[in-house]
């Protein structure tokens, strides 16, 4: 616990004296705090004609926990870029030296970036579980089983991880913020792509390519499934998707690939 306080310290110094991260982290976090109360505001129009998703069901259980939670993840990119800027300005600024020199191991910066990804995490998750609760009590009329579905709060969660670890890699590996957050994209966009060949070309109800990384986080937070029919019955027109549980072994592997990936990086580079 010691040892790791002293990590989150240090880190803390270097995220606080930079000022673009304060910014995104307090962007960031706000917009999740404050998302109990915007989602109910915000009104998207088609043709003219306002979409009230609270009338549509959106905030009611079981469906709240789906749907907050995959809005939610695309704010995950401000934290990507906090992540990857982080530790490329080690490289920039000669600051990983002066690390090392002063006595941190290799092995104690690589847990001093895992801690503050890790802390993102479940800061993030506990503020988007009780905006789901919240929301939830807020608008369901009689709830009964109010923690059917909140396992996609624990898809959330490894979501995040995934896409923080795989961040901290791109970015030992590449050095570059700008260019590691390009690969980032670039991986996401070609595991979309192999996914589309692929069932367009099979028939199976499974695909190999829904456990690469980027699918297999992704399908732990599904698009929220619709029942269009229910909109002329004044019934919820969200439909509840099963919770793949598979999923989280995969994401939990491929935390550890991407982190002992880093530390090799990290550990055979020259600085």
């Not at 910066?109 to 995490?121: G, M």
Request: glycine share 6%.
């Amino acid at each position: 616990m010691k040892q790791m306080l002293r990590l989150l310290k240090i880190e803390w110094n270097k995220i606080y004296n930079y000022k673009t991260a304060r910014i995104f982290i307090i962007i960031y976090f706000a917009l999740l705090a404050s998302m109990g109360y915007l989602v109910t505001v915000i009104k998207p129009s088609i043709d003219n004609i306002s979409i009230d998703l609270a009338r549509l069901g959106a905030y009611i259980f079981p469906y709240v926990w789906n749907n907050i939670t995959y809005f939610a993840d695309f704010a995950s990119l401000f934290l990507g870029i906090i992540i990857i800027t982080n530790i490329t300005n080690e490289y920039s600024y000669r600051t990983i030296k002066q690390n090392l020199i002063d006595g941190l191991t290799k092995k104690e910066f690589l847990l001093s970036k895992l801690f503050v990804s890790l802390i993102f995490a479940v800061l993030s998750t506990i503020i988007v579980f009780f905006a789901c609760l919240g929301l939830g009590l807020a608008y369901t009329q009689n709830p009964v089983s109010i923690f059917n579905g909140a396992g996609f709060v624990l898809g959330y969660f490894l979501k995040l991880s995934v896409f923080f670890s795989l961040c901290t890699l791109l970015a030992f590996w590449i050095r570059r913020s700008g260019f590691a957050f390009i690969l980032v994209i670039l991986w996401r966009l070609g595991e979309i792509i192999i996914s589309g060949i692929e069932q367009i070309n099979s028939n199976s109800n499974f695909h190999i390519s829904n456990l690469l990384p980027g699918n297999a986080s992704a399908n732990l937070l599904p698009l929220p499934g619709l029942k269009l029919k229910n909109f002329l019955t004044g019934e919820s027109v969200f439909s509840l998707n099963n919770f793949q549980y598979e999923y989280c072994i995969a994401a939990i592997v491929y935390i550890v690939i991407f982190t002992v990936l880093s530390y090799r990086l990290l550990k055979k580079r020259d600085l």
